[in-house]
């Protein structure tokens, strides 16, 4: 079975800050890679995922992530945050081997960017 | 289209009583799911369809969660009898098919609290 660990719960930002949030996985096989967003008071929606080709993968809003085998990790980036990027940002993993594999998802890490 | 619907959007109820919460995926999507998410234990998959089939309930907690799914435009997770630890948000989430790399995409939630 797979797990997802993100490091930072909460991580609070000034406009036009750097952004980068960790996220690792454990799965010893082939895995899709998955970041989605949640805004406040709103679903959950993809930013951007990894399944294969190029490990640097752009999403949209600016966002992109990189996907580093041999670290086991995805984690995402934005090199200038604004205001409207605060919201929680989950990392997920499925098994990309034949047959249907679920998603997990890490625990979320809030972010919080000050105008 | 209209995106996953769910309903009600809140549900405020006493312990002990019946809960039904209600899930329209997207039209022409196979797979469906039910989550629930807690500040403790993050995004959690209960069940999952395909095709109007469950596959995998491992994730419902006990015998008093149940989930339907009578047609492939409709489903239900009921919990009886409801208790104040299942206060959470349960999201629905639906997928085109059973490639791993396809993007789930989540419904706006129910925020259930259970007095």
């Known amino acids: 079975a797979q797990s997802v660990s993100q490091h930072n719960h909460h991580v609070i930002l000034s406009e036009a800050a750097s952004l980068e949030l960790g996220c690792n996985y454990s799965?010893?096989?082939?895995?899709?890679l998955f970041w989605y967003v949640q805004y406040p008071g709103q679903h959950l929606q993809l930013l951007l995922k990894?399944?294969?080709?190029?490990?640097l993968v752009k999403g949209i809003k600016g966002f992109e992530a990189e996907f580093i085998k041999s670290k086991f990790s995805f984690n995402l980036r934005k090199p200038s945050v604004q205001w409207s990027d605060t919201a929680e940002y989950f990392c997920?993993?499925?098994?990309?081997?034949?047959?249907?594999?679920?998603?997990?998802f890490g625990k979320g890490t809030m972010l919080l960017v000050s105008p | 289209d209209a995106g996953v619907i769910q309903s009600p959007r809140h549900e405020v109820t006493e312990m002990g009583q019946e809960v039904t919460l209600r899930c329209k995926p997207i039209?022409?999507?196979?797979?469906l799911f039910w989550y629930r998410q807690t500040m403790m234990r993050g995004l959690e998959l209960l069940i999952y369809?395909?095709?109007?089939?469950?596959?995998?309930d491992s994730g419902m907690p006990e015998d008093r969660f149940s989930a339907k799914m009578p047609n492939a435009s409709f489903s239900t997770l009921k919990i009886q009898p409801s208790e104040p630890r299942d206060s959470a948000v349960y999201f629905c989430?639906?997928?085109?098919?059973?490639?791993?790399?396809?993007?789930?995409?989540f419904g706006p939630g129910t925020r259930l609290t259970v007095l």
């Open positions: 039209s022409g999507h196979d797979y």
């Open positions: 799965y010893g096989g082939t895995v899709n």
């Open positions: 989430a639906s997928s085109l098919d059973g490639r791993s790399y396809n993007e789930q995409f």
């Open positions: 369809f395909n095709n109007n089939v469950p596959i995998d």
């Open positions: 990894y399944f294969s080709g190029d490990p």
């Open positions: 997920a993993v499925n098994a990309a081997e034949s047959g249907y594999s679920t998603l997990t």
